[in-house]
């Protein structure tokens, strides 16, 4: 197998980082041969940590906590880096200047793909406070995407769900209603397309159950990871 870039993944809830590495490791097959796939690294330190901080707005804090990940992945030897956590990219800025490696944005990675797939007006779906946030506004201004943030009502009961269901691995039918609910109200407003925002969401949701069509952030982070992990060996 030729040799490929070492991904560093930067953790921080359970069932989407599995996910985005179940990912890298399942296509990179289909890239480089049966069972192949690049160097992977995983470090994630407590989920407890970072909700502290987001709960006292302490953006600072979740920064010290992403490059804490960082140094660590970094000593393991990777060359670049990826956070499956759309949530914490809110602290992406003061992390990067300070940052020992490169990192792949998974916003940047989205409104990429919704470009490519021409989507025009995107729904933001995920945690109480990524959905509060300019993570996707900012990325998606700049290609020039509207987009339309989940109503209050929405906002709140699928960030609690997230944090008390889809975070420990707990998938409920009635739990798919209430998100695919939130879609269709999306849908209402005039979306054409809505952004799994939290890396959980695609364990529940996806273009087979939603009204409208998907962007799957942790699999198109993971995606993106892959082909710049193997880009390096082309």
């Known amino acids: 197998m030729p040799t490929c870039l070492h991904i560093g993944i930067v953790a921080c809830s359970a069932e989407g980082a599995a996910l985005c590495y179940r990912t890298i490791c399942a296509e990179g097959a289909e890239l480089l041969g049966p069972h192949a796939h690049p160097e992977v690294s995983i470090h994630s ?40 956590d759309n949530t914490i990219h809110e602290a992406f800025s003061l992390v990067a200047h300070s940052s020992p490696l490169p990192w792949l944005h998974i916003a940047e990675v989205v409104a990429a793909e919704a470009v490519a797939l021409g989507y025009r007006r995107l729904g933001i779906l995920g ?36 944090m008390e269901e889809l975070v420990y691995g707990v998938f409920r039918p009635e739990t798919v209603d209430r998100f695919q609910q939130a879609i269709r109200n999306l849908q209402r407003r005039g979306c054409d397309a809505v952004i799994l925002g939290c890396t959980e969401i695609p364990l529940i949701i996806s273009d087979a159950n939603s ?13 993106a990871a892959l082909k710049r992990a193997v880009q390096h060996t082309q």
């Open 45 to 84: 330190g407590s989920l407890a940590d970072y909700v502290k901080c987001l709960d006292a707005k302490d953006l600072s804090g979740v920064a010290d906590l992403m490059l804490s990940s960082a140094r660590k992945l970094a000593a393991a030897g990777a060359d670049f880096l990826i956070c499956p």
């Open 127 to 162: 945690t109480r406070w990524l959905v509060s946030s300019e993570v996707y506004p900012d990325k998606l201004r700049a290609r020039g995407i509207e987009w339309v943030r989940s109503g209050d009502a929405d906002r709140d009961e699928i960030g609690r769900l997230i």
């Open 211 to 223: 009204a409208l069509p998907t962007l799957d952030s942790t699999r198109l982070l993971a995606r």
